[in-house]
């Protein structure tokens, strides 16, 4: 898969933006940590801590939370990429996008490989520790040991080894956990030292603090590119061991006493793996201060980078999120008539009047006729007849997608192709669809075209639509074709005889067939309404371009309705920031609205004929809502859509 590819899957598009949301998105949370912290003393380890580990644990869900909000949108509707992956105008449905989020997408991915893999790493090194450098205490410390831990309330089966690899006491395991001590420090620490430690690391084994530790430095892997993620998991470390002091103390009975064990540790610091948890976590000085006179100083390093850190990652995240969200420069006129893109497709296929809805197909209808060996330009001429070039189209007799396949069918292609990873959900994906279509159309062409070929392309077509079995007995005079399988193959050979001229009068006629039947059941989305610019006028700011919808002025907070049943496709914005409401109606037709306020659609959503779907707002140009009609993405005169007659 190249990054082309990538650019366009709405997956990458849902991650890349839910990566960039986080970098504002953590440093509020970790601002609202800060703010939390300033207001509890010092003294508080619990309440700090349960306030650290909150905001981590908000970290984590961010990103998940805001990739299922985005990539909900991509999936419920045609997938459009955001406008920071590919600028969308009003007269086009999409160019394509560029390379950066599969980019950033990639990166990311490295970044948190990296971090996973030194994790683990770390994790294996923990565990050969354990298996090859440690030895036994004697049978007096274990007693002691034992003595503490149920003094502590600590569950039986933690092991205590000694070890000449490590330089402290430290805590290694949750479901069996091992408490290891330097070997030298049986000797070189006094015994109430030892047992003064030794509490600390069972505090450790009683909160089950290496597995939080663990889910700790888990989402340092995944988040490792935020810096206020790191520092939250810092003052989480922190204030866990000046709980664990705490602990500690309760079961010495002495602050003091404590206090001078962590000092004698401090001259046998040394390194510990940083996924163990030992008594030198922390800054020993910090620790010592606090226990002995209650205060906590703050390093004057962290104090003078964190506010800065934390600002950078604010700003750019959100100079990140309002370029994605808005596009990194402004989209074309969202009023002009040219569908240059489209027509640019359209004229690739070699179908000069393929419409927009169609033609933006262009590329994988070229893949997927490559792979089955089909001319591009039927599948492009099945796909507009089965589905006008909708790739969430559901008919009421269960065909799916683009070309409508059949679950039944589509299975036993897919398994005739070799594919082990086929679901019926697949089917919903534009090239996959088109894959399994083309592969089928071209059995029909290899069967049917060497009987006649002069007519492989109708024959297809019908077999298409109707089964090999039936057109088979057809040709052989002994069934008759199905009514939809005869309207099916006048229209599919129509246009395909139509295909090279400049229009096609089979297309023009089924379109305006199709009209007329929507417009005779249209309500109008604002009665009472003036039509301020009608539709092929030259806008007064803009006299190059020509009106591709209608202006309705109405009062501020008058409520638009919904002209047809239909289904919210997606939200748009148009060039000036404003929402663009789309419906889609079926066979083809979908209804546009700019300029509306309290939008009450969301994208997925069903709607009802007469039903509320906002407010008319107060855009540029006074109060009005501009109203379009697409007919496969081609711009229509809405003047038959407003199921009544208007003063204009």
């Not at 927009?356 to 591009?376: L, Q, T």
Request: aromatic share 6%; glycine share 8%.
């Amino acid at each position: 898969m190249n990054l082309a590819t990538l650019a366009t899957s709405p997956f990458v598009a849902a991650l890349g933006l839910a990566l960039l949301h986080f970098l504002w998105q953590g440093a509020v949370i970790a601002l609202f940590l800060a703010a939390t912290l300033s207001s509890l003393p010092r003294s508080h380890a619990a309440a700090r801590y349960t306030a650290a580990c909150a905001a981590l644990a908000l970290m984590a869900l961010a990103p998940p939370v805001t990739f299922a909000y985005f990539h909900a949108s991509f999936a419920a509707v045609p997938f459009v990429p955001p406008n920071a992956f590919a600028l969308l105008s009003a007269s086009a449905e999409a160019s394509a996008p560029p390379l950066w989020p599969a980019i950033v997408v990639m990166a990311w991915s490295a970044g948190a490989l990296f971090m996973s893999a030194r994790l683990a790493v770390g994790l294996l090194r923990l565990s050969s520790l354990i298996r090859h450098h440690t030895m036994p205490v004697s049978s007096a410390l274990e007693v002691r040991f034992d003595k503490l831990a149920r003094r502590l309330g600590v569950r039986e089966g933690v092991r205590l080894f000694a070890s000449d690899r490590v330089d402290v006491p430290m805590v290694i395991g949750w479901l069996r956990p091992v408490v290891l001590v330097p070997l030298y420090a049986l000797t070189d620490l006094s015994p109430s030292c030892l047992s003064a430690l030794l509490a600390h690391e069972l505090a450790h084994v009683r909160r089950f603090d290496f597995l939080t530790n663990i889910l700790q430095s888990i989402v340092e892997a995944a988040l490792f590119y935020h810096p206020a993620v790191h520092w939250v998991s810092r003052v989480a470390r922190r204030e866990r061991e000046h709980l664990c002091d705490d602990d500690a103390v309760a079961a010495v009975g002495d602050p003091v006493r404590y206090a001078r064990a962590l000092a004698a540790l401090e001259g046998m610091r040394a390194r510990t793996p940083e996924l163990a948890l030992g008594s030198n976590g922390g800054s020993l000085v910090m620790r010592i201060r606090r226990l002995i006179d209650g205060t906590t100083p703050q390093p004057p390093t962290s104090r003078a980078l964190a506010a800065p850190a934390l600002a950078l990652a604010s700003t750019l995240g959100l100079a990140l999120a309002t370029l994605a969200a808005c596009g990194g420069e402004p989209p074309p006129a969202a009023e002009k008539p040219s569908v240059t893109a489209a027509q640019t497709e359209a004229a690739a296929l070699g179908i000069p009047w393929l419409p927009p809805a169609i033609a933006r197909w262009e590329s994988a209808i070229a893949a997927s006729a490559r792979k089955g060996n089909v001319d591009p330009e039927a599948i492009a001429i099945l796909t507009l007849v089965e589905s006008c070039g909708d790739p969430k189209a559901k008919s009421p007799s269960g065909a799916l997608g683009l070309m409508q396949l059949m679950p039944r069918t589509a299975s036993l292609v897919a398994g005739e192709l070799g594919i082990t990873d086929h679901a019926d959900e697949r089917l919903l994906d534009p090239a996959y669809n088109l894959e399994l279509g083309a592969s089928y159309l071209g059995k029909q062409f290899a069967e049917f075209g060497k009987k006649d070929p002069a007519r492989a392309f109708e024959l297809s077509a019908a077999a298409y639509n109707g089964g090999e079995s039936r057109v088979r007995a057809w040709l052989d005079g002994k069934a008759e074709l199905s009514e939809e399988t005869e309207t099916y193959r006048a229209l599919a050979t129509g246009m395909w005889n139509e295909r090279h001229a400049a229009r096609s009068a089979t297309y023009d006629t089924w379109r305006e067939r199709v009209r007329g039947k929507v417009a005779s059941r249209s309500a109008h989305p604002l009665p009472g309404a003036r039509v301020t610019l009608a539709f092929g006028d030259t806008a007064p700011k803009q006299p190059h371009v020509l009106h591709q919808g209608v202006d309705l002025a109405a009062a501020p907070g008058t409520v638009v309705l919904a002209p047809l049943d239909g289904t919210v496709e997606r939200i748009e914005q148009s060039s000036k920031g404003e929402p663009v409401l789309v419906l889609a109606h079926g066979r083809g037709i979908e209804t546009r609205y700019r300029g509306l306020t309290n939008v009450k659609a969301r994208p997925g959503a069903a709607v009802t004929r007469g039903a509320a779907i906002g407010e008319v707002g107060t855009p540029e140009g006074g109060p009005h809502v501009h109203f379009e009609v697409r007919d496969n993405g081609e711009a229509i005169d809405p003047a038959r859509y407003l199921g009544q007659t208007v003063t204009p």
